[in-house]
């Protein structure tokens, strides 16, 4: 091999190193977000402390589905779909529902750099946007949350959520998530309903 063949063997292995290292660095993120997340804590009030479940019934039922659609070498983005269980009496809140009468889903697209993403919610197939009360953001607008690692491993804080997901109240409420099994979303509708999944 000639000293001219033997240097273009090596730019054609550093090369593609090189290209990966600068896509990483121009577009870091706290952690790989996607997969199956479940809601472990939360702090609906704002008041820096976080509770936990009172019943089992309502364990690995609040539950976000991430599937990024980016290219490589593009800013993180794609969609996500969140899945609320729900009661007969309609309720979907993380205190109170009993969790027997299936998932409502939300739809949303999202973006991701550093530690932050930009959500904005859309109309999944046979679901319907929120009516938004007073002085409330209309669906669809962009929501930034901001993200922070937690001490447990695949674990991570989520500030704040979208109004009314998880009981949010759209500023200030903070949620723990911790990664899960892609098999604990397949109960829910939520991949047909936000991804067009059969």
């Not at 091999?1 to 706290?30: D, N």
């Not at 479940?38 to 019943?55: K, M, N, P, Q, Y």
């Not at 937690?150 to 674990?155: G, I, K, Q």
């Amino acid at each position: 091999m000639t000293k001219l063949s033997s240097v273009f063997a090596l730019l054609a292995l550093t090369l593609p190193l090189t290209l990966a290292s600068c896509s990483e660095e121009e577009f870091p993120v706290l952690f790989e977000e996607e997969g199956v997340w479940a809601l472990t804590h939360f702090d609906i009030e704002g008041t820096g402390e976080f509770e936990t479940f009172s019943s089992g019934l309502r364990r690995d039922k609040f539950l976000l589905n991430f599937r990024r659609t980016s290219g490589a070498e593009q800013q993180p983005a794609g969609k996500l779909a969140a899945a609320s269980c729900r009661d007969d009496n309609g309720d979907e809140s993380v205190l109170t529902a009993q969790c027997n009468q299936g998932y409502a889903c939300r739809c949303f697209d999202y973006t991701y750099g550093e530690s932050q993403m930009v959500w904005r919610e859309y109309a999944g197939e046979g679901e319907t946007l929120y009516e938004p009360m007073k002085d409330d953001p209309p669906p669809g607008d962009p929501v930034v949350v901001g993200l922070r690692e937690f001490e447990t491993a695949n674990t991570y804080v989520f500030t704040p959520l979208p109004v009314y997901l998880f009981d949010s109240l759209g500023v200030g409420s903070s949620y723990r998530f911790q990664q899960r099994a892609m098999s604990v979303f397949a109960s829910t509708p939520c991949n047909q309903r936000c991804f067009g999944d059969e």
